[in-house]
């Protein structure tokens, strides 16, 4: 999350001058800042091509992915059941289920658009969002450009801000900010509780290839990766879902539509940043509109606040709508799509 930002306002031949000197220099600070993103969503497909790629990172069969599912709790295997059932059913001839092979996604790219909170202002923002879907080495690189008006009157002048949110294994979590010519305003990475806060923002958007929520045999094992239980509260609806990465134990609490079996929201005590310091606080995140992309049943809508004591309402800080998505399979198929499938269950 971007801390909040205060400056004062300028009088309008500054803005006029520096707007002139800003339009110039953008090109050069966009080619920086891009190269830079390149090379990082570089080192994500890179992660694990040294060695050969886990079991679970190719394929399975309809057979042991249900196997798999067994013994998760009801409403988990609900959701898992409904997202994936084009996957497990889409066949143009009878199959068995010990013939028929899923393929598993090895990465997905997202274009997004939407608004984010920024000194008490909704401003608008365009974003791509690639992820490793593979729990071995999740991670993700989130690259926006956030348009902050130099005035509140319509048709103002816009200030761009450059936006970055990644975490990547063997680097860590990277959260940076800058605006034109260079100059930073947030500047972080790899520290423990950024660490620990993009692990759960990669869970949380990770019903975006819940394929990777399907827990492995082994994980039943001491010390498991991914592991679902039923949720911390009487809600019959919700289960927990606790994931090991490096270290980090991210626990994050779904909620399911009793009707859809979708997951609607996620809550988890997440790292905020506070001036120099972090607190742990409740964060939590919705997720509407589901469409079919690549098969799969994932929301399109997504909104992430904060909520900073029991009796305080919920405080976003970001509105998200994914309108492309793309899928690279791990036979090295591409499967893209923006057009709006909208399952039959859920209109």
């Not at 365009?126 to 008006?149: C, I, L, N, Y």
């Not at 009793?258 to 997720?287: C, D, L, N, Q, Y």
Request: hydrophobic letters at 40%; glycine letters at 6%; aromatic letters at 8%.
């Amino acid at each position: 999350m971007i801390p909040t930002l205060v400056a004062a306002t300028p009088g309008p031949q500054f803005v006029i001058v520096a707007a002139v000197v800003i339009g110039c220099l953008v090109p050069f600070t966009y080619r920086s800042w891009h190269k830079e993103t390149h090379d990082l969503m570089q080192k994500l497909a890179e992660q694990g091509t040294e060695s050969p790629r886990d079991h679970d990172d190719e394929c399975i069969t309809a057979a042991a992915l249900k196997r798999r599912m067994e013994n998760l709790p009801k409403v988990v295997q609900q959701y898992l059941e409904s997202t994936l059932s084009l996957t497990l059913h889409n066949t143009t001839h009878e199959t068995d289920d010990d013939e028929k092979i899923i393929p598993f996604a090895r990465a997905l790219r997202v274009e997004q658009e939407g608004k984010f909170l920024l000194n008490e202002q909704w401003i608008p923002f365009t974003a791509t969002q690639e992820f490793s879907a593979r729990r071995t080495h999740p991670g993700f690189v989130w690259d926006a450009v956030m348009k902050k008006p130099c005035f509140p009157l319509p048709g103002s002048l816009t200030i761009p801000i450059l936006v970055r949110d990644a975490y990547i294994p063997g680097i860590g979590g990277i959260m940076k900010a800058q605006l034109p010519l260079g100059i930073t305003l947030v500047n972080m990475k790899d520290t423990p509780d950024l660490n620990l806060g993009e692990v759960m923002r990669w869970i949380a958007e990770s019903t975006l290839f819940p394929m990777v929520l399907v827990p492995q045999v082994h994980e039943c094992d001491e010390a498991p990766v991914l592991k679902w239980s039923p949720g911390a509260d009487t809600n019959a609806n919700s289960a927990r879902l606790e994931f090991k990465h490096k270290g980090y134990l991210a626990q994050v609490d779904f909620y399911f539509d009793p009707h859809t079996h979708m997951v609607t929201t996620i809550h988890a005590k997440r790292p905020r940043t506070v001036g120099s310091k972090t607190e742990m606080t409740h964060w939590e995140g919705h997720f509407s509109d589901y469409e079919i992309h690549g098969g799969l049943l994932v929301p399109s809508k997504m909104e992430v606040g904060w909520k900073f004591s029991d009796d305080s309402p919920l405080e976003l800080y970001f509105r998200g709508k994914n309108v492309k998505f793309i899928y690279l399979m791990n036979a090295g198929s591409r499967q893209e799509h923006s057009s709006r499938e909208i399952h039959p269950h859920m209109e």
